[in-house]
């Protein structure tokens, strides 16, 4: 399976972005997929999941009320909206896919990653 992330870019305090996240090959063995993101000197920390079948979400603490994961299943793809970005949302973000029936909040539950794309808030 691979993962084309993209949407990532330079935004004011406040604002929005949507990243997108397509995958390719062998979709069929996709469940789940997550949103991760990594700051500079910190370790990659779990954002935003969704399962493909039910559509079942998880969030971390920190983005509940500002962001959105969904799934487009005809295009295989997965959505972040994020709103009301805020300076601490700076990170380089990965969206991940995994071979299980089910959405969970760490990285080892992830089998496949993309390649990361950055996001930077200013303030």
């Known amino acids: 399976v691979q993962l084309q992330a993209s949407g990532g870019g330079l935004v004011q305090r406040g604002g929005s972005l949507r990243l997108s996240c397509t995958a390719s090959g062998r979709t069929f063995s996709v469940y789940s997929m997550g949103w991760f993101r990594q700051a500079p000197g910190k370790e990659r920390e779990f954002v935003a999941g969704?399962?493909?079948?039910?559509?079942?979400?998880l969030y971390a603490d920190s983005v509940k009320g500002r962001f959105t994961v969904s799934r487009d299943n005809a295009k295989i793809t997965v959505y972040l909206l994020m709103n009301s970005l805020k300076a601490e949302d700076t990170a380089v973000y990965y969206c991940?896919?995994?071979?299980?029936?089910?959405?969970?909040?760490?990285?080892?539950?992830?089998?496949?990653w993309g390649q990361g794309t950055q996001v930077t808030v200013s303030s």
């Open positions: 991940a896919a995994a071979e299980h029936g089910a959405v969970a909040g760490y990285a080892a539950w992830y089998d496949y």
């Open positions: 969704i399962s493909w079948n039910d559509g079942h979400t």
